[in-house]
């Protein structure tokens, strides 16, 4: 079976800085993998995926993440982080079963930014 | 990217009752609808994947007669819920997909309590 995971619960930065929220997926086969954000009682908003192509996958608000094979890695990035940016991510990858599919998420990582 | 609606995005209901919320894509047809819950400050749990014309396929430990699913068109999706006890209180997200390997557009939420 697909999964991921986001093995922080919580990441801070300061506003300017760059930062980085982890995923890490496990698949048979190439995956499809996508970044979602969440804003306070609200629904998901998705930001990027990658299906194929360029290990480097450029989305919406800035937003960036580098597909590693070899470390069955995800990773969104942003080169300068927003206050704005404060919201909880997360990451998650297509999984296919007899011609249906469905997503599987990862654990969601809150971010903070700080003034 | 796809307007996905939601309707009520609140509602409250006395246990016993039963509630419908309704999804509806706005602007594309979706033929695969999701059903997912949000525990507070939790991921994501899929309840169930529909598709147009289609009996609802749901994840272990969903109760089917309890949660109804409906997808009667290509446009709108609806999930009931039957004989609503304070435990069914939750954040109910839905999304809508559209063929081929693509993102997932999701609704608002609906924030229901059941007192």
């Known amino acids: 079976a697909q999964s991921v995971a986001q093995p922080e619960d919580q990441v801070n930065v300061a506003e300017g800085n760059p930062l980085t929220v982890k995923c890490t997926y496990s698949?048979?086969?190439?995956?499809?993998l996508f970044w979602y954000v969440q804003y306070p009682n609200r629904g998901l908003q998705f930001l990027l995926k990658y299906i194929t192509g360029d290990n480097l996958v450029k989305g919406s608000y800035g937003f960036e993440a580098e597909f590693n094979k070899s470390q069955t890695s995800f990773h969104l990035k942003k080169p300068s982080a927003l206050v704005s940016d404060s919201a909880l991510y997360f990451c998650a990858v297509r999984q296919s079963t007899s011609g249906t599919y469905k997503y599987i998420f990862g654990t969601g990582t809150r971010l903070k930014v700080l003034a | 990217g796809a307007v996905v609606s939601q309707h009520p995005s609140r509602v409250i209901c006395k246990s016993g009752t039963s509630v419908k919320i309704e999804c509806r894509s706005l602007?594309?047809?979706?033929?695969?609808m999701f059903w997912y819950r949000q525990f507070p400050k939790k991921s994501l749990m899929l309840m169930a994947t529909s598709n147009e014309g289609s009996k609802a396929t749901y994840e272990q430990g969903v109760e089917k007669d309890k949660f109804l699913i409906n997808h009667a068109s290509l446009t709108l999706s609806t999930l009931t819920v039957t004989s609503a006890h304070p435990e069914d209180s939750s954040f109910y997200i839905c999304?809508?997909?559209?063929?081929?390997?693509?993102?997932?557009?999701f609704g608002p939420g609906t924030r229901l309590t059941v007192t």
């Open positions: 999304s809508a997909a559209g063929q081929g390997v693509g993102e997932q557009y």
């Open positions: 602007d594309f047809q979706a033929t695969t």
């Open positions: 698949v048979s086969g190439n995956p499809y």
